[in-house]
């Protein structure tokens, strides 16, 4: 299936921790982004990667970092986790004109 | 940067019904305009977007109005199901959906009576 796939689906984790949640599109897309989904439902982009190369870095703490391998994937790596990073992350891609696919969502609980 | 607005943040309608959520946006540059649909525990799927070189969109009982000079932009569902309980959000974009990202309405949590 052509999709936008992310892993793990929960993560539950200790204050302090370092964690990676990866995602991957198969729709030959140009563009990926991680947005954060916090318990109000608002979501809020943090980054977009388009080439390899980072077009938005939204006020986000460098404790959080996205990596691109290639094209098809962007993973997002989070250092030294805190209580208010609990959230749901979404990966998506886009290419183009052509409107946003999102992944499935990670849920992120730090306790 | 840009600013959109959402309302109602809950809506509840009787089944078969029709459903009207307005959305405001501050970046008179932005020129793509996307309907999400989310339910729970998924993500959002996008259900119907419009262009800023166009004043209305339908699909089967969605459609989406533009109004570039007010800044606004409305979803309406007609004939409402069950399975349109959810959440919807609209979103702005400047380069059309491409790399800048979207910016999100706070959402709107649809409730179909049965």
């Known amino acids: 299936d052509t999709a936008v796939s992310q892993t793990p689906k929960y993560l539950v984790t200790q204050m302090g921790n370092d964690k990676s949640i990866k995602c991957e599109q198969n729709l030959g897309h140009d563009t990926m982004y991680w947005y954060k989904q916090d318990s109000k439902k608002f979501l809020k982009i943090m980054f977009s990667y388009n080439n390899k190369e980072l077009i938005i870095n939204e006020t986000v703490p460098n404790r959080f970092s996205p990596k691109s391998p290639d094209k098809a994937h962007l993973n997002l790596h989070i250092n030294s986790l805190e209580l208010g990073d609990s959230a749901v992350y979404f990966c998506a891609s886009s290419q183009g004109l052509k409107g946003y696919t999102f992944g499935s969502g990670t849920r992120l609980t730090v306790v | 940067g840009e600013n959109v607005e959402q309302h109602p943040s809950t809506l509840s309608v009787q089944e078969g019904d029709s459903a009207v959520i307005k959305c405001t946006y501050s970046?008179?540059?932005?020129?793509?305009f996307p309907w999400y649909k989310q339910e729970l525990g998924k993500g959002p799927q996008l259900i119907i977007d419009i262009r800023s070189n166009v004043g209305e969109k339908k699909d089967q009982r969605i459609a989406v109005t533009l109004n570039k000079t007010a800044k606004h932009f409305s979803l309406h569902i007609t004939e409402t199901q069950p399975e349109d309980s959810a959440v919807y959000f609209c979103?702005?974009?400047?380069?059309?959906?491409?790399?800048?990202?979207?910016?999100f309405g706070k959402g709107t949590h649809l409730i179909i009576q049965p």
């Open positions: 979103a702005a974009s400047y380069s059309g959906g491409g790399a800048d990202g979207l910016t």
């Open positions: 970046d008179s540059a932005s020129n793509y």
